[in-house]
C-alpha cells in the first residue's frame, strides 16, 4: 500500500492550499483516511478524517472553520482544502488509512510521506 501526499507549498498567511493524497495498492476495501500535521517540535495533531464510501466527515475544533476533506472514491483520493492559512498551519502534512474514524495516530496503519505545508509572508 502506497500513500503519496502532494500539494504542499509556500504560501502567504490568508492564502489557500490545496492537499492531495492518493492511495495505491490497496487490495482490500478503503474505509477512512485521515490527515495528520506535524509542526517543528511539536507532535503530531490530527486535522480530519473521512469516510471513502460515503464521504461522512469529522474534523478537529481547531481546524474544522476553515479546512474541508473531501474524496473521490473511484481514484482513491482525498482532498484537503485549507483556506485563510496562518502562520501556524505550517508544518508536514500526512495522510493515513484507517479502519475507523479516528482521531488517534496508533489507529491508522498505512502512512504516506507527508507534504510540506510553509506559511510566509
Known amino acids: 500500500v502506497q500513500l503519496q501526499a502532494s500539494g504542499g507549498g509556500m504560501v502567504r498567511p490568508g492564502g489557500s492550499l490545496r492537499l492531495s493524497c492518493d492511495a495505491s495498492g490497496y487490495t482490500k476495501p478503503l474505509y477512512y483516511i485521515g490527515w495528520f500535521r506535524q509542526a517543528p517540535g511539536k507532535e503530531r495533531e490530527w486535522v480530519p478524517v473521512i469516510s471513502i464510501s460515503d464521504g461522512r466527515t469529522k474534523y478537529s475544533d481547531s481546524v474544522k472553520d476553515r479546512f474541508t476533506i473531501s474524496r473521490d472514491s473511484a481514484k482513491k483520493s482525498v482532498y484537503l482544502q485549507i483556506i485563510n492559512l496562518k502562520p501556524e498551519d505550517a508544518a508536514v502534512y500526512y495522510c493515513?488509512?484507517?479502519?475507523?474514524?479516528?482521531?488517534?495516530?496508533?489507529?491508522?496503519?498505512?502512512w504516506g510521506q507527508g507534504t510540506q505545508v510553509t506559511v510566509s509572508s
Open positions: 493515513a488509512t484507517s479502519n475507523m474514524a479516528s482521531m488517534f495516530e496508533h489507529e491508522y496503519r498505512y
